[in-house]
């Protein structure tokens, strides 16, 4: 599956954002979508994720401000992100996961939150 995020940009602290991820491939319905981040001189880190019957953990960082969803008929993955902090501040990356293991990654999209 290949995997394009969309919808990062520049907002201020309080804002909030959406991003998406669309897929393509088959059996979209089938696989655990996730999004990740990675700061500037950081290690990439999990955000969120959705599984294929609906399960939706997330970072504690997140929990409570985030929301990850899917639209299946549209092949497509969303990050609902409100009260932005500046330590939001990444790029967030699509993942997709069938047997275990995150091996189709999108180009990533930027988030910057000013303070």
């Known amino acids: 599956v290949q995997l394009v995020e969309s919808g990062g940009g520049l907002v201020q602290a309080g804002d909030s954002l959406r991003l998406s991820c669309a897929a393509s491939g088959r059996a979209f319905s089938s696989y655990h979508m996730a999004w990740f981040r990675q700061a500037p001189g950081k290690e990439r880190e999990f955000v969120a994720a959705i599984t294929s019957n609906g399960g939706t953990p997330y970072a504690d960082s997140v929990k409570g401000r985030f929301t990850i969803s899917r639209d299946n008929a549209k092949n497509t993955v969303y990050l609902q992100m409100n009260s932005l902090k500046a330590e939001d501040t990444a790029v967030y990356y699509c993942?997709?996961?069938?047997?275990?293991?995150?091996?189709?990654w999108g180009q990533g999209t930027q988030v910057t939150v000013s303070s």
């Open positions: 993942a997709a996961s069938k047997y275990g293991q995150y091996s189709s």
